[in-house]
């Protein structure tokens, strides 16, 4: 009984030691998610701002769709929405 205890005890610091390491690969993940939809939120409003008066009609808006867009996406992904919303307006 003592052998597959000690079998145990190995087997179970070796998953603890791989599920540290995939929760810090998803930790960078997400962070790198979180990271690029609020640069991607951040061109939505320059863009916007340099839109207002030329083109007042090519404002995007600010929502949870242009922000997972952007995020998953990155800058194709705002040239994506900005391309929709040309589209719209024709």
Partial sequence: ???YTGIF???AI??????????KNRAEWIINLILRGI???LMIYFLNFLFEKQYPAMEMGYNLVTFLT???LGFPG????YGINFYMIL
Avoid: E, K, W
């Avoid at 070796?14 to 929760?23: E, N």
């Fill in 1 to 3: 009984m003592d052998t």
């Fill in 70 to 72: 952007s995020a998953i």
């Fill in 78 to 81: 705002v040239a994506m929405l």
């Fill in 14 to 23: 070796l998953a603890i030691v791989l599920f540290i390491g995939v929760f």
């Fill in 39 to 41: 640069s991607g939120m």
């Fill in 9 to 11: 005890y190995i087997v």
